[in-house]
């Protein structure tokens, strides 16, 4: 459920009751005979039986573990969702998800995607047999048509990445289920559990890197995928046992504490993402801002009608050329050069050298992944500071000196 009324810049009221959520479900104290109120971290990979055969929930730690457990409760609740697994990353939860699969089978991919997803499909689960499309599902017309009998997995990102496309998951999900026993996932790693709930609006599975914002402290590595369906919960718990990509106690512990900060830390990325994305939007040095919250953006009323609210992910093109691009993010100093996103620091990256450089320059270019595409995962810092730091750095790319 959702609160009543309109959240800021128009969009949907925020989950009900998401803080109190994050912070007791799967937390009970009286789970543990210490009573202890944080949750422990349980790093024993085996378990006492009573009797052979008889164990109280927990046998070995690859299977199952009480730290681990405390996790997938709270982020099932976030999500909305019956069920939640952790996974040792978010491509682990990708290649699980993929062994639902058999060869044969074809997947239908968003065109626009995280590298790692792009290269895994194309490179990896293709050589086992599966057909893999690429095709632009913002557009639910292109989906429709790359349908066949054997399309067996559709998987979208929306927000994607880097180029910031906003998937309608409804008419996804109308479209994909028409059609019968294909199941759409919907990588929400963008957005996190705080303002998008997949599966309320049709998705079949919900996943995650938790490495980003779910976590929130660049700390940590693992993948989350949260359900409803029993039966594909069953599999999956089969695949995540069988398979064995499962993350430690102790990532388990630092992502579950993260969790409890999710709603606080949101609610400021937006703050300070929709300051930023303003500021960029109105300076003379910047082509063009791509961020879902600005009316600008093209599916800008999509994003209002699906979503609470929006990340701190921002794609801008920095007038010029490569060169410009470079010298900006080396005068950066609040900003720091670096892969991944959603932490609680303000990060920037050339995504066509650096994380879509696995991309074939052809799809890159198709997708407009550019050299002057710059993406910008805005932290918790002032925002005040973090626009000094993006207005000084245009400058130093642009001045006389820089060439």
């Given at each position: 459920?959702?609160?009543?009324?309109?959240?800021p810049?128009?969009?949907?009221p925020?989950?009900?009751?998401?803080?109190?959520?994050?912070?007791?479900?799967g937390?009970?104290?009286?789970?543990?005979?210490s009573?202890?109120?944080?949750t422990?971290?349980?790093?024993?990979?085996?378990?006492?039986?009573?009797a052979?055969?008889?164990?109280s929930?927990?046998e070995?730690?690859?299977?199952?573990?009480?730290?681990?457990?405390?996790l997938?409760?709270?982020?099932?609740?976030?999500?909305?969702?019956?069920?939640?697994?952790a996974?040792?990353?978010?491509?682990?939860?990708?290649?699980?998800?993929t062994?639902?699969?058999?060869a044969?089978d074809?997947?239908i991919?968003?065109d626009?995607?995280?590298?790692?997803?792009?290269?895994?499909?194309?490179?990896?689960?293709?050589?086992?047999?599966?057909?893999?499309s690429?095709v632009?599902?913002?557009?639910?017309?292109?989906l429709?048509?790359?349908?066949?009998?054997?399309?067996k997995?559709?998987w979208?990102e929306t927000?994607?990445n880097?180029?910031l496309?906003?998937?309608?998951?409804?008419?996804?999900?109308?479209?994909?289920?028409k059609?019968?026993?294909?199941?759409?996932?919907v990588d929400?790693t963008?957005?996190?559990?705080?303002f998008?709930r997949?599966?309320?609006?049709?998705?079949?599975?919900?996943?995650y890197?938790?490495?980003k914002?779910?976590n929130?402290?660049?700390d940590?590595?693992?993948?989350?995928?949260?359900?409803?369906?029993?039966?594909?919960?069953?599999?999956?718990?089969?695949?995540q046992?069988?398979?064995g990509?499962v993350p430690?106690p102790f990532?388990?512990?630092l992502?579950?504490?993260g969790?409890?900060?999710?709603?606080?830390?949101?609610?400021?990325?937006?703050?300070?993402g929709?300051a930023?994305?303003q500021?960029?939007?109105?300076?003379?040095?910047?082509?063009?801002v791509?961020?879902p919250?600005l009316p600008?953006h093209?599916?800008?009323?999509?994003?209002?009608?699906?979503?609470?609210?929006?990340?701190?992910?921002?794609t801008?093109?920095?007038?010029?050329?490569?060169?410009?691009?470079?010298t900006?993010l080396?005068?950066l100093?609040?900003?720091?050069?670096?892969?991944s996103?959603?932490?609680?620091?303000s990060?920037?990256?050339?995504?066509?050298?650096?994380?879509?450089?696995?991309v074939?320059?052809?799809?890159?270019?198709?997708?407009g992944?550019?050299?002057?595409?710059?993406?910008l995962?805005?932290?918790?810092?002032?925002?005040?500071?973090?626009?000094?730091?993006?207005?000084?750095?245009?400058?130093?790319?642009?001045s006389?000196?820089?060439?």
């Amino acid at each position: 459920m959702q609160k009543k009324g309109v959240s800021p810049h128009g969009f949907l009221p925020s989950f009900q009751h998401f803080a109190t959520q994050a912070i007791h479900v799967g937390q009970d104290p009286d789970q543990w005979t210490s009573r202890a109120v944080v949750t422990p971290i349980s790093m024993s990979t085996t378990f006492k039986q009573g009797a052979p055969g008889k164990h109280s929930g927990f046998e070995y730690s690859r299977s199952g573990n009480p730290t681990r457990n405390c996790l997938e409760k709270a982020v099932a609740a976030l999500d909305g969702a019956k069920y939640s697994l952790a996974f040792a990353s978010g491509l682990a939860a990708t290649m699980t998800i993929t062994h639902l699969l058999k060869a044969g089978d074809q997947i239908i991919c968003m065109d626009d995607v995280y590298g790692g997803t792009n290269r895994y499909f194309r490179r990896v689960a293709s050589e086992f047999g599966l057909k893999i499309s690429f095709v632009d599902c913002s557009k639910t017309k292109l989906l429709e048509e790359a349908i066949t009998p054997e399309t067996k997995l559709v998987w979208v990102e929306t927000p994607t990445n880097p180029s910031l496309k906003m998937i309608d998951i409804e008419a996804c999900a109308h479209t994909v289920h028409k059609h019968g026993d294909i199941i759409l996932v919907v990588d929400n790693t963008f957005m996190s559990a705080y303002f998008q709930r997949p599966l309320a609006l049709g998705a079949d599975i919900c996943m995650y890197s938790a490495t980003k914002y779910m976590n929130g402290h660049s700390d940590v590595v693992m993948g989350l995928v949260s359900v409803n369906s029993e039966s594909l919960h069953d599999r999956l718990r089969f695949l995540q046992n069988s398979i064995g990509a499962v993350p430690s106690p102790f990532d388990c512990y630092l992502c579950n504490r993260g969790l409890k900060t999710l709603q606080v830390r949101m609610q400021r990325h937006f703050e300070n993402g929709m300051a930023v994305a303003q500021f960029l939007e109105s300076n003379p040095l910047v082509e063009k801002v791509i961020y879902p919250g600005l009316p600008s953006h093209p599916q800008h009323e999509l994003a209002k009608r699906q979503c609470t609210g929006c990340p701190g992910m921002i794609t801008f093109y920095i007038k010029g050329t490569l060169q410009h691009a470079e010298t900006f993010l080396k005068n950066l100093k609040l900003f720091t050069l670096a892969e991944s996103l959603g932490g609680y620091e303000s990060l920037a990256e050339l995504p066509a050298i650096m994380t879509h450089a696995s991309v074939p320059k052809s799809h890159r270019d198709a997708l407009g992944i550019s050299d002057t595409l710059i993406r910008l995962s805005v932290g918790l810092e002032d925002k005040e500071d973090l626009m000094e730091d993006l207005g000084q750095a245009l400058k130093a790319a642009h001045s006389p000196n820089a060439r």
